[in-house]
């Protein structure tokens, strides 16, 4: 999203709270180190004070926070190891908030909020959950389950991985919605592989045996070929990348649907701090 944002003239933050950055995976994802905004905060508090200064100052486009469960609060910083600091994360995220999401609306930036999944040990019901309380499942406009199905070789190598991804909230569209993608080690996620899945499906792409064909013009023998013929020809896959486009989005000025999720989703959003 960093990326794609760049592309389109905007400016991009990384506030990298797990300090794990790496900056050759990013060069290879299309991200531009050079234009990139990155912050390394040392506590909870300072990479959401970070987040909420760049998002007032209208300056910026894109903020990703990686990740909440690496947004340790000061006073868990500051304490021993064997401290009890129940509640100190989720009542963090609960006041930043509170703060955020108007800010966020004036100023247009989209704001993303990587989080991990935790074991609950329940015997009914989902056992799995996400650090840092409710607060920020409720606030949130988009939630997504992005998780891993399965590999991708390339004779015996494993050169990346087969990816779903599920909204379980959405505000602004139908939620529940599915898709699967995949992301390869050395370019992220395969766009052009996309296209060529989904135009196969919906007929812009002729497939006979193993051969892929766009009107009289064959592309190759098999996915990896046709990838490749598209990859080679920017004007062809522009050309086949609005056909599929207008096959699945005929009327991008839909009215918005509700959200997903449980309905007493709003009146749990003040428990996250306890």
């Known amino acids: 999203i960093a990326a794609q944002a760049q592309k389109l003239g905007g400016a991009a933050v990384f506030i990298d709270a797990e300090h794990a950055f790496d900056p050759a ?7 531009d180190i050079d234009d990139l905004l990155l912050s390394q905060p040392m506590s909870g508090e300072e990479a ?14 894109v903020v990703v926070v990686d990740s909440v469960a690496a947004l340790v609060p000061q006073a868990e910083i500051e304490g021993e190891m064997g ?5 100190l994360q ?4 609960s006041r930043a908030m509170r703060k955020l999401p108007g800010i966020i609306a004036k100023s247009r930036t989209t704001a993303i909020f990587i989080n991990q999944l935790r074991e609950i040990g329940v015997t009914f019901g989902n056992p799995e959950t996400t650090p840092g309380g409710r607060a920020l499942k409720f606030y949130s406009s988009i939630r997504i389950d992005v998780r891993r199905i399965g590999g991708v070789k390339k004779g ?21 919605r599915k898709a699967e993608f995949t992301i390869l080690f050395s370019m992220g996620i395969d766009y052009v592989g996309s296209v060529v899945d989904m135009a196969v499906a919906e007929k812009v792409i002729a497939r006979s045996g193993s051969w892929f064909s766009y009107g009289s013009e064959r592309l190759g023998q098999g996915q990896d070929q046709a990838r490749t013929a598209l990859l080679q020809n920017a004007a062809l896959l522009a050309e086949i990348e609005g056909k599929v486009k207008e096959k699945y989005c005929p009327d991008l000025g839909a009215a918005p649907a509700a959200s997903g999720e449980d309905e007493g989703e709003e009146e749990e959003a003040d428990a996250g701090g306890n």
């Not at 989720?90 to 995220?93: D, N, S, T, V, W």
């Not at 494993?158 to 909204?167: K, P, Q, T, W």
């Open 156 to 176: 015996e190598e494993n050169v990346g991985n087969m990816v779903r991804a599920r909204v379980v909230k959405n505000k602004v569209a139908p939620p529940f």
């Open 48 to 61: 959401l004070d970070i987040a909420d200064t760049l998002i007032r100052s209208n300056a910026v486009d």
């Open 25 to 31: 995976y990013a060069r290879k994802i299309g991200v």
């Open 90 to 93: 989720a009542r963090l995220m």
């Open 83 to 87: 401290d009890a600091t129940v509640g």
